[in-house]
């Protein structure tokens, strides 16, 4: 199968869009940062080669002072909040989490004020007030309190949740690249195309609403590398298509 050929359901879907809701709006994701490393330095240069806005997940406790070195570099980059430890919470048997409230309502509350204050100073003008949960969970309680506590915007995997979270703005994604069930490496080609292109037309169905690509550079593999450079290469040059940084999507209140 050629390149052209796996990629084709995704221009035939854009071709759907009409001029009133083109370009269709990506944005990307990395989750799990701590520290400079080889893949983290692959995907800022990515990012720089094809100009495409990029959001690190940064885990505050174990977040180093080297990492905003490297951060500062590319200004492509900007960073959220990613929990607080990433470390599981929940009972055995349930789901991984650790925004729940296991522990208590102000352990997490204190951590994620902490958190956020952390990284606010080592990033700078690159921080924006997003929480990123890890794995994607946080209980629905203590949605109403993050406001409060500074967030403008919070981001999960999926595409309704928490509809009573105003004022926060929710700038989920979409598309996991990584078989967490599987390899733990990065999925078939075809297959995220298939999930790209339902993505899509979600968004075209919902009045042009952003899509929303999901990565982890720590566990990323040829196949993870080289379907990330793929998808930019595709959208590279395209009118119908681009890629969007979250202060484009979300608004710079979220700074």
């Known amino acids: 199968m050629t390149v052209m050929t796996v990629w084709k359901p995704v221009a035939d879907e854009l071709a759907l ?4 809701l083109t370009p269709a709006r990506l944005w990307l994701r990395d989750d799990d940062a701590i520290e400079p490393t080889s893949e983290l330095e692959i995907l800022a240069n990515l990012s720089a080669r094809y100009q495409v806005p990029v ?3 940064v885990i505050p406790q174990p977040a180093q002072q080297s990492l905003a070195k490297l951060i500062g570099q590319h200004e492509l980059i900007s960073v959220g909040v990613h929990g607080y430890c990433h470390l599981n919470h929940a009972p055995p048997g349930d789901k991984k989490c650790e925004l729940g409230l296991h522990r208590g309502r102000q352990i997490i509350i204190d951590e994620l004020a902490g958190g956020r204050a952390k990284l606010k100073d080592m990033f700078g003008a690159q921080f924006i007030n997003m929480l990123v949960p890890p794995w994607n969970r946080i209980d629905p309680e203590l949605v109403p309190e993050l ?3 500074g967030y403008k915007s919070l981001s999960t995997f999926t595409w309704k949740d928490f509809p009573s979270a105003p004022p926060l703005v929710q700038l989920n994604t979409h598309v996991d690249i990584i078989d967490w069930k599987g390899n ?7 297959e995220l195309v298939r999930e790209l292109v339902r993505a899509l037309e979600i ?4 009045g042009g609403a ?3 690509i999901l990565s982890h550079h720590l566990v990323h593999d040829e196949a993870a590398w080289d379907f990330l450079e793929q998808l930019f ?3 590279a040059n395209r009118h119908d298509i681009q890629w969007s940084h979250v202060t484009d999507l979300a608004g710079s209140g979220i700074l």
């Open 17 to 20: 869009w009409g001029d009133d």
């Open 55 to 57: 959001t690190i997940a």
């Open 147 to 149: 406001a409060d506590l």
């Open 184 to 190: 733990r490496g990065g999925r078939a080609a075809n």
């Open 203 to 206: 968004a075209r169905q919902s």
């Open 210 to 212: 952003p899509v929303g």
């Open 233 to 235: 290469k595709f959208c």
